[in-house]
C-alpha cells in the first residue's frame, strides 16, 4: 500500500504575535496526521509556514523513524539560499524534489500543485486572503478531492 501522504501550504509572513499560536496548532495537525497513519510529509521550504512545518515533522521523526519528510523546492538555484534553517531541515530530509530545473514565473505554482497531487491530506496555514499561493493551493486541493485542513490566522 502507498504511503499516506500529507504537505502544509500556508503564509510566509506570520505576524509575530501568531506565530506561537500556528507552531501550537501545526503541530495537533502533524500529531493528527500520524495518529491517522500518515508516514510521508511534503513541505515546499519556504519561509513561514512550510519551515515551521518541516521542524515539527523532524522533531517528530526522532520519536517515529518510520516518517518521511520530503522538500519540494520549486527550482534549483532555491538551495543557494543563506537561510541556516532551511540547510539544517534540508539535511534532516529523507528525500527532495526540485520542481523545475531553472526559475520561471510558474514554478511555485508549479511546486504547489505537485504536493497537492501527491497528498492526500493538505493542511492550510491560512489568513483569509483573496489571492496569492495558499489560497490557489487549497482551492485546487479541493477541485482534486483532497482533504483539506485549516489553521487560521
Not at 14 to 25: D, H, K, L, M, N
Not at 54 to 67: D, F, R, T
Not at 75 to 93: D, S, V
Not at 122 to 146: E, N, Q, S
Request: aromatic content about 10%.
Amino acid at each position: 500500500m502507498d504511503k499516506k501522504t500529507c504537505c502544509v501550504t500556508g503564509h510566509r509572513d506570520i505576524p509575530a504575535e501568531r506565530i506561537a499560536y500556528v507552531e501550537q496548532e501545526l503541530r495537533r495537525e502533524v500529531r493528527a496526521a500520524i495518529e491517522d497513519g500518515y508516514t510521508r510529509f511534503i513541505s515546499g521550504f519556504a519561509e513561514g509556514t512550510d519551515l515551521m512545518f518541516a521542524a515539527i515533522v523532524a522533531e517528530e521523526m526522532e520519536h517515529h523513524p518510520e516518517l518521511f519528510l520530503e522538500a519540494a523546492i520549486p527550482y534549483a538555484g532555491r538551495i543557494k539560499t543563506k537561510n541556516q534553517q532551511f540547510h539544517e531541515l534540508l539535511r534532516a530530509c529523507n528525500g527532495v524534489k526540485i520542481v523545475c530545473k531553472e526559475y520561471e514565473h510558474s514554478c511555485f505554482m508549479q511546486r504547489n500543485r505537485y504536493m497537492a497531487g501527491e497528498s492526500q491530506r493538505v493542511i492550510a496555514v491560512y489568513d483569509g486572503r483573496d489571492r496569492g499561493g495558499t489560497l490557489f493551493t487549497m482551492r485546487y486541493a479541493h477541485t482534486l478531492g483532497k482533504e483539506v485542513r485549516m489553521i487560521r490566522v
